[in-house]
């Protein structure tokens, strides 16, 4: 049995960092004997076919260990099946409200749900006019300025939560839902 799965690789192809072409990339999973691969953007984003049988973060251990073995450099690798992605973008806190403009609407994933302690710690920061949702592996973000400006980044996340997580944009995140539902 087949599932469709997301992967959303962190920091490649930023200010000429840790270079990897979409084809390389594609080519690297098609050697992993995942099926239908499909990239979108040059940020690390992959829509793939796999075996049920894997766990979402036993797909990303095996995608960040042949990253590393081919290309010499550490890259991050958060996995959905694409009804988790399907069921995130459903999830939305900000969505509903008609007010924000859904162009400052973000999506940080978390490599796993977070321990309670730090869960409690992080929900009573604020920096306003910027806002976030917690929901299980996802955090929602509303940032009405810029997502450059905010300090509710990847950085802070990891430390105050003590997990892997990697941001994209709302229309990032709509995008790869669509393209999952056509392969």
């Known amino acids: ?3 469709t799965y997301i992967s959303i690789l962190r920091g490649i192809n930023v200010s000429g960092q840790k270079k990897i072409l979409m084809a390389d990339l594609k080519a690297l999973y098609e050697t992993l004997k995942f099926t239908d691969v499909a990239t979108y953007i040059q940020s690390g984003n992959v829509v793939f076919r796999a075996d049920k049988k894997a766990a979402n973060a036993e797909l990303a ?3 960040e260990q042949a990253i590393s073995k081919k290309y010499k450099f550490d890259v991050p690798v958060i996995v959905r099946t694409a009804d988790e992605m399907k ?5 939305n806190p900000f969505v509903k409200d008609k007010k924000i403009d859904v162009e400052k609407l973000h999506v940080t994933f978390l490599s796993e749900t977070a321990e309670q302690l730090n ?3 992080i929900k009573k920061i604020e920096f306003p006019p910027d806002q976030f949702v917690i929901i299980g592996q996802e955090i929602f973000l509303h940032c009405p300025k810029s997502y ?3 300090k509710l980044s990847n950085k802070f996340f990891e430390s105050k939560l003590k997990v892997t997580a990697t941001t ?9 839902v669509d393209i999952a539902g056509k392969i």
């Open 168 to 176: 994209r944009n709302w229309k990032t995140v709509n995008t790869l």
């Open 119 to 121: 869960l409690e710690s």
């Open 1 to 3: 049995m087949m599932t």
């Open 87 to 91: 069921k995130a973008v459903a999830s």
């Open 61 to 63: 251990g095996k995608i």
């Open 148 to 150: 450059g400006e905010t």
